[in-house]
């Protein structure tokens, strides 16, 4: 049984800003959009903090109207600014419960090109049980399939679950398994909160049971944690934190219900050795698949599975319960749709992918053979 996930950032459509030739163009609109998400979910605005909301959102192209190039303003109930004639933007609010909205980037269609090679790579990666991350909903996934798949010469995925989660911009996590792996229980942990009351997951960390034709079980948590490019640093790190507890509490749950075959995995956003990972990976027995003496890293010697694929870029795992590791046969990182740097590149890729607007991810697919 082949095991993989792949953080395919979107199929259809991403975050305009997101979709620049040069990605690191977009980060001074990504910063600015934090910082402004994050103040205007504030419980009071103060003078200090309006004036910086103020050029936030002129900086954002939001002086005119409600709708930048990047970024959107939602606005459903109540008042939040006043645009005079004479120009600039007033925060006439004094806080979260004068208004009810948020803001959102504007999204766009992912290039053509790039949507045929993530095709290409869940093609090649060929997984029985794929956990896919960053996919706008159900329906899209499964329209991938059908069609983006087919049309690359794949075949599509009968099963194909998903579930919304937490985030406003269509990027959960889900499952798409082959016949003979049939999806038959799930449990989201969407609404589950943390001690302030907000959301534990920044998206959700469903759990599928997956049946194989052989009558194994095996649960699948399927993950995307907390980034590192909103917010503090420090507010970040905590909530991966929590995030990592609270699936180390679900594994250790399933165990305790006797179930030895169990598999975390996605895109955890941090490396191996950082501290939000520890509940994890040092306070539980699972074991990551780039230990096996079988991973094969390709043409470039780096396990990271992030842009340039250096070691700091290690980023998305498939964490195996001591029962799976033992029955691992092979292992790797596949990285033929990602982009391979220059001056030499690091890898070989599609021919079509000619541009860095032509990858199928920044991120490079996971993927386990288990012997069940």
């Known amino acids: 049984m082949r095991i993989a996930a792949f953080n395919v950032e979107n199929l259809f459509d991403r975050a305009r800003i997101m979709n620049l030739e040069n990605w690191d163009d977009g980060q001074p609109v990504l910063d600015a959009y934090s910082e402004l998400t994050s103040l205007l979910e504030e419980e009071s605005y103060s003078k200090t903090n309006k004036a910086k909301m103020a050029n936030l959102m002129i900086e954002l192209d939001l002086e005119k109207d409600d709708t930048g190039q990047y970024v959107t303003l939602r606005r459903n109930r109540g008042r939040l600014v006043k645009r005079p004639k004479s120009g600039g933007i007033e925060i006439i609010a004094d806080g979260r419960d004068d208004w009810i909205g948020w803001l959102e980037l504007r999204g766009e269609s992912v290039n053509e090109i790039g949507i045929d090679n993530t095709g290409r790579v869940i093609r090649d990666v060929d997984a029985d049980v794929l956990a896919v991350v960053e996919a706008e909903d159900r329906v899209a996934l499964k329209e991938f399939g059908d069609q983006v798949l087919e049309r690359v010469g794949g075949q599509p995925y009968p099963h194909v679950m998903m579930i919304d989660g937490n985030d406003r911009r269509g990027i959960d996590v889900g499952l798409m398994t082959k016949n003979g792996y049939d999806i038959t229980l799930m449990q989201s942990h969407v609404h589950e909160l943390n001690s302030k009351g907000y959301p534990i ?19 699948f948590l399927v993950n995307h944690f907390k980034s590192k490019g909103y917010g503090s640093k420090k507010a970040n790190d905590a909530r991966r934190k929590s995030q990592a507890s609270a699936v180390a509490t679900y594994y250790e749950r399933l ?23 520890e509940p994890l990976l040092k306070d539980t027995d699972l074991r990551e698949v780039s230990e096996h003496v ?5 043409e470039f010697p780096g396990k990271g599975t992030y842009k340039l694929g250096n070691d700091t870029d290690k980023i998305d795992y498939i964490l195996l319960s001591p029962a799976l590791f033992n029955k691992v046969t092979a292992a790797g990182v596949f990285r033929k749709g990602a982009w391979p740097g220059s001056r030499p590149k690091r890898w070989d890729t599609y021919k079509e992918l000619k541009k860095k607007i032509h990858v199928a991810s920044d991120h490079h697919a996971i993927w386990v053979d288990v012997s069940m």
């Open 255 to 277: 165990k305790n219900e006797g179930y030895d075959n169990v598999v975390v995995l996605g895109d955890l956003n941090d490396l191996p050795d950082s501290d939000p990972l």
């Open 294 to 298: 079988s991973f094969d890293t390709g």
């Open 201 to 219: 997951f920044s998206r959700d960390c469903p759990e599928f049971l997956v049946e194989t034709s052989s009558g194994q079980k095996i649960w």
